[in-house]
């Protein structure tokens, strides 16, 4: 699926950090990269538009097909757009409406915190954000892809299976027919050993004349 990338265990994420508080995009730089991930920070909810190549006048933009992102995460409360129509925008794209999108705040509002999940936010993290908070979420997108992928092998295993069922069901078919074809074809050796007699049988009638 293009935008969002299969992740692997050994595979490096791609996340794309939001805030446009230049302290809070480095503690999240340095946490994601602690944690093994490609970062990418930019200070707005039109630059991370901007990045994504949605940030045309059209509400149906594209965005850059091929792009690897594997998560988004924003800060909700920022100048211009909020992080929750940031996350709008996004789920509105074609190219990047599967990539999942965390939302942080300093402030716990309930009713802001239950909007934004309802709405499609993966999860919802008040800060500070803690290094546990940035493992938990890669491990969350690694487990998630893993289970995809065990449910793709499964699927394909049945189809697999109800192929080699169906051929040999075809098979046994044919072999019937084949069997049914050879008996309708020699009638005549049917009747030949059944009404002529046999040589015992042509020996007594010949004694029987005698």
């Not at 293009?2 to 994420?13: C, I, M, Q, R, W």
């Not at 190549?53 to 988004?72: M, R």
């Not at 997108?141 to 051929?167: A, C, G, P, W």
């Not at 078919?173 to 009747?191: A, F, G, R, T």
Request: glycine share 6%.
């Amino acid at each position: 699926m293009a935008g969002f990338a299969d992740v692997s265990v050994h595979e490096e994420l791609h996340v794309l950090a939001v805030d446009d508080s230049l302290i809070d995009r480095k503690v999240i730089e340095r946490l994601l990269k602690i944690s093994s991930c490609k970062v990418t920070t930019v200070d707005s909810g039109r630059g991370a538009l901007q990045y994504l190549g949605l940030d045309g006048d059209d509400q149906n933009s594209v965005g850059f097909v091929g792009l690897k992102v594997n998560l988004i995460i924003t800060d909700y409360w920022m100048p211009g757009m909020t992080g929750y129509e940031l996350m709008k925008k996004i789920k509105g794209s074609k190219t990047f409406k599967e990539i999942p999108v965390v939302i942080m705040s300093s402030e716990n509002v309930l009713p802001r915190i239950t909007r934004c999940l309802e709405e499609g936010a993966e999860e919802f993290i008040v800060k500070p954000v803690k290094l546990s908070d940035v493992k938990r979420l890669k491990n969350n997108l690694t487990t998630r892809d893993s289970d995809q992928e065990i449910v793709i092998d499964n699927y394909q295993v049945e189809e697999t299976t109800l192929k080699r069922k169906f051929h040999e069901t075809d098979d046994q078919e044919i072999v019937h027919d084949q069997n049914d074809d050879d008996l309708q074809s020699s009638p005549s050796s049917c009747l030949t050993s059944t009404d002529s007699p046999s040589k015992r049988q042509r020996k007594t009638m010949m004694n029987d004349s005698d």
